[in-house]
């Protein structure tokens, strides 16, 4: 009787509590009930009982997803076979069920990419079943996920032929994690990687954030900051990357560190790091068997080196080629790669930043050996809210160069300003570098079709830490996803994957996916007109990069903003045409006279190729000053839009992630307003114009904002 009443006890109280669901921790692996009952009830008479063939643990793992998900959508217990018995749905490979094997799928399949799978709605027999079927467990998983997204948007699933192949063989994230959980350039908490508890705890989330990588077709993670540290090599880590690497094996996810060039020295005991000297190069072997013993799949090494002080093949004379090679000489007999960063400048060259990572680079091209892949920032520069592509992409045809994105919004309002970067990301993909003539979009240079690349990869610098809702900002989740799906599939419209996620995250009702669909559309480019409007770029403050900072100067000139704006009276812009930098040198044509040509430039990247005086005429008729206080006044307006669009959604979302959005929105209009006030106030001074009538004047004078400074920012 005492136990019953305990029961009861319980009950009450835990059905008291605030209900914690909703919190954003489900990302966009949200399993609700689908609304509509009688979809849901003659699908859980269809799905209530059906096959996954296999015994890894990838089997294992779709076992655990569909019971989860499909139980919890069509409200259900699912019953799962390890053979077909004529259920509705029936998942494998052609070597683990001879049903698959028998509907000729084999040669298909075959001609595709690894992991590739199809979902086809098939006869066997005489039952009509859908059929997931892939050469790889892991494939079989990702099609899993594709499925369950099939039904988490309410997709017609009567006539299904899917075939999906990913683009890239290398799908990753990067970290930015440093071993003692600070994340550089991360805004949602500290690291999800705890060192000091690896290898012998395993906190539940690193299953959950396999599960949402996989669901998604990321399969690799750097788990360490591109500003290294040695430590992790040694055997102390190697064990607790080991326990991550074992842990992700089953959802296809490897793991790769980040090397420090400088290692033999540091924890080697050797007096140099000099990529050509013997005992440096026995170092770096034994680290990599070391690794491989207990990592036996372990991706490779990303290198950060002389950059922004990092130790590198410089310190010694030798070439990023010498550096790259006697790395991927220490992997190759595992099977592992390099993944060697282009973001790579100095100011004490005396040339423009842009061309310096080009100029380093493309003479090396072909000189790497076969593991290595350059990676290389969308941009010249680094991030920038906008920046055209960058000039390597189609100028290296005889070496695999892949892309980092930056997912973590280090220069788009951290996790405060709700941007939607898949935009961002589609406007480098598509651009066509016309190498090989027209259509030699930048995407199929990373995809390995334009110059025929041996390995293909794409990176993404991750949003995620401990916020309970991973990325900070909930919608900072869209673009965790929109990378996964791009770097899976580059030829999904940035809208299709925004109206995904909104369903899968919030609801399928149209009166929830249409207003936010559209804000998250705009929010880009929203983003860019209140803080770097028509090609301005890098005039955020120093350090921290959250608020404006158009008057950044006195350090190196390449960390300043007057550098890159270059504002005077006579004008404001980076010249890099022909008669400037020469920055346009570096793209072929059309677009190098096209970038050199102020009438044909694109508007948007005006500034970034041209030094214009103020009064320069714009393709709207107004001046470059009006156009330039348009846009940021425009830009900021565009908030309260957003707000207005946000709030349309409060009778169908619940209050929880509601009001959260809410919040972040409101202090994103606030900051709009000051990087725009600081912003115009700042180059009125040059311009000596009137902010144009009908738009209200700035409350404080540009010594207020110059003073305002923020404490204590996360992330640096
Ligand atoms: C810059 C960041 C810096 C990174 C660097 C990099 O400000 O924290 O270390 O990029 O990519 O954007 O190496």
Sequence with gaps: ????????????????????????????????????VRIQRSMAKKFGSITVTGESETANVIKQELEHALGEMLSTNISISDTWNRQALLIGTPETSSEINSLGLNEKLNSLAKDAYTIKNSRIGNRNVIVIASNTDVGALYGTFHFIRLIQTLQNISDLDIVESPKHMHRVLNHWDNLDRTVERGYAGFSIWDWHKLPRYIYPQYHDYARA?????????????????????????????????????????????????????????????????????????????????????????????DSEGQPGPHNYNRTHGEGANMLAEALEPHGGIVMWRAFVYSHEVPVDRALQAYNEFVPLDGTFKDNVLIQVKNGPIDFQPREPYHPMFGAMPNTPLMMEFQITQEYFGHAIHLTYLAPLYKETLDTDTHVQGEGSYVSKVLDGTLHNYPTTAISGVANIGTDRNWTGHLFGQSNWFAYGR???????????????????????????????????????????????????????????????????????????????????????????????????????????????????????????????????????????????????????????????????????????????????????????????????????????????????????????????????????
């Design 486 to 716: 791009l770097a899976w599939d580059h030829t999904l419209s940035a809208e299709l994957i925004a109206d995904e996620w909104v369903r899968m995250t919030f609801s399928n009702k149209p009166a929830v996916i249409e207003p936010i669909v559209e804000m998250m559309m705009e929010s880009r480019e929203i983003g860019v007109n209140y803080r770097t409007p028509i090609g301005l770029h890098h005039i955020m403050a120093a350090s921290h990069h959250y608020g404006p900072g158009p008057w950044v100067s006195g350090r190196r000139p390449d960390w300043t903003s007057v550098y890159y704006h270059n504002a005077s009276e006579e004008g404001v812009g980076f010249d890099r045409s022909e008669s400037g930098s020469n920055s346009v040198g570096q793209y072929p044509e059309p677009l190098r006279s096209i970038y050199n040509s102020v009438e044909d430039v694109p508007e948007k990247f005006l500034l970034w190729f041209h030094h214009l005086p103020w009064n320069h005429e714009m393709k709207s008729g107004r001046t470059l000053w009006n156009e330039m206080v348009h846009k940021y006044y425009t830009g900021a307006e565009s908030v309260t839009w957003m707000q207005e669009k946000w709030n349309s959604v409060e009778p169908y979302i619940d209050a929880q992630r509601f009001k959260h959005v809410k919040q972040l929105l409101e202090m994103q209009r606030q900051d709009a307003i000051w990087w725009r006030n600081s912003c115009v106030l700042y180059f009125q001074q040059f311009s000596k114009m009137p902010i144009p009538d009908g738009f209200e004047k700035p409350e404080n004078d540009l010594e207020y904002y110059e003073n305002k400074q923020l404490r204590f920012v996360p992330g640096i």
């Design 213 to 305: 990588n996989a669901s998604v077709g990321i399969n690799g993670t750097v788990l360490t900051n591109v500003n290294a540290n040695a430590l992790v090599l040694t055997d102390e880590y190697i064990d607790k990357a080991a326990a991550l690497a074992d842990l992700f094996r089953p959802y296809g996810i490897k793991v790769y560190l980040t090397a420090r060039f400088s290692a033999p020295i540091e924890i080697g005991g050797l007096e140099t790091a000099d990529p050509l000297n013997s005992e440096v190069k026995e170092f770096w072997k034994e680290i990599a068997n070391n690794i491989y013993k207990k990592i036996p799949d372990f991706g490779g090494f990303v290198v950060k080196a």
């Design 1 to 36: 009787m005492k136990r019953f009443k305990i029961l009861f006890l319980f009950i009450v109280i835990f059905s008291a509590l605030p209900v914690l669901a909703e919190d954003g921790y489900d990302l966009w692996l949200r399993y609700k009930p689908l609304e509509d």
